[in-house]
């Protein structure tokens, strides 16, 4: 329990307020139909016009009561609430006991009948349903019951040819017994109100923390998602940039090692194939130097998405440095490696790989190296590189596949 905000005396105040309100409101509106009914039972026994009178004051009394009710429920909730709402309810209630109260008079038939014993009933009735509505703050409510007690004990005071002496302090004497019952149960009452009011306020403040314990929650776990989005792109880019070239996109020299090394695994353990191409771009720095280096970094990334795309799924295409690339082609014999590599030569020669130089002839030269017992992924690309070097003796745009024995 928060105990800032359950003994907190202004909102302690406003809460009760809010609770007489809502209370006066209600009961107000469920007074009508009394009002109404006792009217109604007094009509051809006492004159009409003292019926009108009482009827209309009682009911304007309680209108305005309602009115004030609803205007300060309705209120904009921008601050504490003033005391003159309190003041005018109070003045209400005053006014609303002592129109009760003046029903003995204005509603006398004269004789001592069935219509008396109903009006006293009535304001015993009166004073006791109040109680629920007002005894939160328990001195609106003594302004209910005192106007009450002072009218009947004036009314029971004067000269009334059916009440002998007796029965008029009889009338004050219960009254009075009365008056003081509706006192200790209102004290009662009143406690008990309070207290749960209190409990009511001490739930939404725990509601509220509640809340915003939840909202702090949500807000740390987005936090902590975004973060993790965050580290996740952080750690895919790392990858990223580990394995793969930066200026083409394709897998650098070490992530085409590293492939191999599981492919060569493969070989040793069920003789299934794996081979190796080492590419070159012929004339590439003569392109540069006529073109621009901008122009050879595009020739470059054409070059390297033509590979990519031109091999199958599971090749791997790798960019070795400058302008020479490596491709792995798992599951691939020297003879399928030999006509995959001529096969490419001959794409490329017929390839446009800059839009804006239709005309320009680009050719390429292959070093091709089939995986043997004892090969290692450097090894096997230094056999691939050694016949590409080879093929550029012999004249360039061509393949040149590796012997065994060849030299490293």
């Not at 039972?41 to 004159?47: E, F, I, K, S, Y």
């Not at 394995?243 to 394709?250: A, C, I, W, Y």
């Not at 470059?300 to 031109?310: E, H, P, R, S, V």
Request: aromatic share 10%; proline share 4%; glycine share 6%.
């Amino acid at each position: 329990m928060n105990e800032q905000t359950v003994f907190d005396p202004v909102a302690r105040y406003s809460a009760q307020l809010d609770a007489l309100f809502r209370r006066t409101r209600t009961s107000s509106l469920l007074a009508l139909p009394p009002i109404a009914l006792l009217a109604g039972l007094h009509v051809g026994r006492v004159p009409t016009g003292s019926i009108l009178m009482w009827t209309l004051a009682i009911l304007g009394v309680y209108a305005i009561r309602i009115g004030i009710a609803h205007g300060y429920l309705t209120r904009p909730r921008d601050g504490d609430p003033s005391p003159l709402w309190l003041d005018v309810e109070t003045m209400a209630t005053a006014a609303a006991g002592t129109s009760w109260g003046a029903m003995m008079f204005l509603l006398d038939s004269g004789r001592l009948d069935m219509l008396f014993t109903v009006k006293l009933a009535f304001l015993a009735a009166a004073c006791a349903f109040t109680m629920n509505s007002m005894a939160v703050l328990r001195f609106v409510y003594f302004a209910f019951v005192f106007p009450v007690y002072v009218v009947v004990t004036a009314y029971a005071l004067m000269e009334t040819p059916f009440l002998d002496a007796s029965a008029r302090y009889g009338l004050i004497a219960a009254a009075t017994l009365f008056l003081l019952l509706l006192l200790v149960m209102s004290t009662s009452v009143s406690r008990l109100m309070n207290e749960s009011l209190a409990q009511r306020m001490a739930f939404v403040d725990l509601a509220a923390q509640l809340e915003s314990s939840l909202a702090a929650e949500r807000e740390a776990r987005e936090q902590l998602e975004q973060q993790a989005l965050q580290l996740e792109a952080t750690h895919l880019r790392q990858h990223a940039y580990a394995t793969h070239d930066p200026l083409t996109r394709v897998f650098n020299r070490y992530r085409i090692s590293e492939s191999l090394v599981r492919e060569l695994h493969l070989l040793r353990r069920y003789q299934i194939p794996v081979s190796a191409l080492v590419v070159e771009l012929d004339g590439y720095a003569e392109f540069c130097s006529r073109y621009g280096q901008a122009r050879g970094d595009e020739l470059l990334i054409a070059f390297a998405t033509f590979l990519a795309a031109d091999l199958r799924e599971i090749d791997y295409v790798g960019r070795w440095g400058g302008e020479k690339f490596c491709c792995a082609l798992p599951r691939t014999s020297d003879s399928e490696a030999l006509e995959c590599a001529e096969r490419l030569r001959r794409r490329i020669a017929g390839h446009a790989f800059i839009d804006e130089l239709p005309e320009l002839a680009i050719t390429a030269t292959f070093g091709v190296a089939t995986a043997v017992d004892g090969d290692d992924p450097e090894r096997l690309l230094a056999r691939a590189d050694a016949a590409l070097y080879e093929a550029r003796r012999l004249g360039r745009d061509r393949c040149q596949a590796a012997a065994v024995d060849q030299p490293v």
